[in-house]
């Protein structure tokens, strides 16, 4: 089996995090970052090359998302693009594979069995935390998640962005979103403070990659 081929703003928005975590780690500054592109652009091929990439060098990444399909979907896709890689594992409902270098985990099991969470860091710790449907990070559960494996939230999710402080992250972590829009949008801000590449619905269609839509 071929490795799947990435899209050429599929590379660029995977080489835009890998810089954006280098700068990070050079600068001192805030090691979560975020990619927004509108549905239908393959946010999960970029998820699975990042984790790819990680295995390759030898570290663990954490992809986290709300929904098992979504789960279940950016596992095969971490196949599509390293067919000779090693499974990803899952930490879902009653399966348990803490141990394997990527291991795919929803925001529930892990709020719920923060037991579970333990064991996922006690084979070698987390390098890497990717999140799908990012802009859902800020639900208080979600947070405490985060925080446990090493992101630098604070608490005060609600203070004015210019009083805002953020705290060291210990792993590198990037978010995944159609949109970074919403009423709370100063909360998503603070999660995921920088963006790293963006594209919008717009230019997906004036660059062929999505079709119009027509009214009925």
């Not at 090359?49 to 990680?54: D, E, F, G, P, R």
């Not at 594992?89 to 291991?103: A, C, M, Q, T, Y």
């Not at 070698?124 to 449907?133: C, K, N, Q, R, S």
Request: charged fraction near 25%.
């Amino acid at each position: 089996m071929q490795p799947r081929v990435l899209r050429k703003y599929q590379w660029e928005a995977v080489n835009a995090v890998l810089d954006e975590w280098e700068n990070a780690a050079l600068n001192g500054d805030s090691k979560r970052t975020s990619v927004v592109l509108a549905t239908g652009l393959g946010k999960s091929t970029i998820v699975a090359k990042l984790a790819a990439v990680a295995r390759e060098m030898g570290e663990r990444t954490l992809i986290l998302a709300h929904r098992e399909e979504l789960l279940e979907q950016i596992a095969s896709t971490v196949m599509a693009v390293d067919p000779d890689g090693e499974k990803p594992g899952f930490v879902l409902n009653v399966r348990n594979e803490p141990d394997k270098s990527i291991v795919c985990a929803s925001f529930q099991t892990l709020a719920a069995s923060p037991q579970r969470l333990e064991e996922i860091l006690s084979h070698g710790g987390i390098d890497y935390v990717l999140v799908d449907e990012a802009h859902h990070a800020t639900a208080p559960t979600y947070v405490e998640v985060l925080r446990k494996l090493g992101l630098g939230i604070t608490d005060d999710l609600a203070a004015n962005p210019e009083d805002a402080q953020t705290g060291e992250d210990t792993v590198f972590a990037c978010g995944f979103t159609a949109t970074m829009n919403r009423a709370d949008t100063f909360k998503l801000g603070h999660v995921w403070p920088t963006i790293a590449y963006e594209r919008g619905l717009v230019w997906a269609i004036d660059n062929g990659f999505l079709v119009r839509p027509t009214g009925v």
